[in-house]
């Protein structure tokens, strides 16, 4: 009798590490999905509502529904945006310090942050629920909850994932924004404007990229499925022109 319970009291206590285990992991997983829900919208429609706003020059409504929403970080860079609709001159610099927080400013370290320490925990906790089950015995229960941590790791990381995804849709939205707005002003930033070629650097360009149509060409041939304007990007230096080829 006295083996039985020692046996008993091993499975008790390797269903207790299994279930703390599976509760803390469940509480990482819960805590990164409903902080992920609270930030996202369905940015896609938003923008649309937005920009119907702009075009019809109500950007106060625009601000306004910005402020319905937030939580959302679409919606709080949109609204940064928006702010500075009378002052194109600006909208640049602020898309620039958009782009530099969300690349390698505060969020992109909490996304870091986040990741990393969901990482640690998982890691942690397969390593303490293999080093259990080698000592001890198991049973069902324990099988239970080593299957949920999995799960609870699957959904963390397809979170991350669609963190990130929707970090990229937000900026694809947000110069879109900025674009319409300097449109609507009528305003070109210095650093966009047309510099003049020479007579000679154009026909020199003309030339670069009648090369790179051929070589495009017979990429294609070759089973290249890329656009034309990728390809072209890769080759083209910072002023959009193509090197000599």
């Not at 919208?41 to 938003?46: E, H, L, S």
């Not at 397969?126 to 080093?131: A, D, E, N, Y």
């Not at 609507?184 to 966009?192: D, F, H, L």
Request: charged share 20%; aromatic share 8%; proline share 3%.
């Amino acid at each position: 009798m006295c083996r039985i319970r020692k046996h008993s009291n091993k499975e008790s206590f390797v269903n207790i590490i299994a279930g703390l285990i599976l509760l803390l992991n469940m509480a990482t997983s819960i805590g990164i999905t409903i902080g992920y829900l609270r930030t996202k919208i369905q940015i896609t429609t938003f923008y649309e509502q937005i920009e119907k706003l702009v075009l019809a020059n109500n950007i106060d409504r625009a601000i306004k529904l910005c402020n319905s929403v937030p939580e959302a970080l679409a919606a709080k860079t949109m609204k940064r945006l928006l702010l500075l609709a009378n002052r194109p001159h600006e909208l640049e610099l602020c898309f620039q310090e958009v782009l530099l927080e969300y690349n390698m400013g505060s969020y992109k370290k909490k996304v870091l942050t986040v990741e990393l320490a969901s990482n640690t925990v998982t890691l942690l906790s397969w390593i303490v629920m293999l080093v259990t089950i080698m000592i001890y015995d198991h049973d069902w229960f324990t099988t239970i909850c080593i299957g949920g941590t999995a799960c609870c790791f699957l959904v963390t990381m397809s979170i991350l994932n669609s963190l990130k995804q929707n970090l990229g849709e937000i900026m694809t939205y947000s110069l879109r924004l900025k674009n319409l707005l300097l449109n609507k002003a009528g305003y070109v930033p210095p650093q966009y404007r047309p510099v003049p070629m020479t007579e000679t650097e154009i026909v020199q360009w003309r030339e670069r990229m009648e090369q790179f149509n051929e070589s495009t060409a017979s990429a294609r041939a070759a089973g290249e499925t890329r656009p034309a304007h990728r390809l072209y990007d890769e080759k083209a230096d910072s002023n959009g022109v193509l090197p000599e080829l």
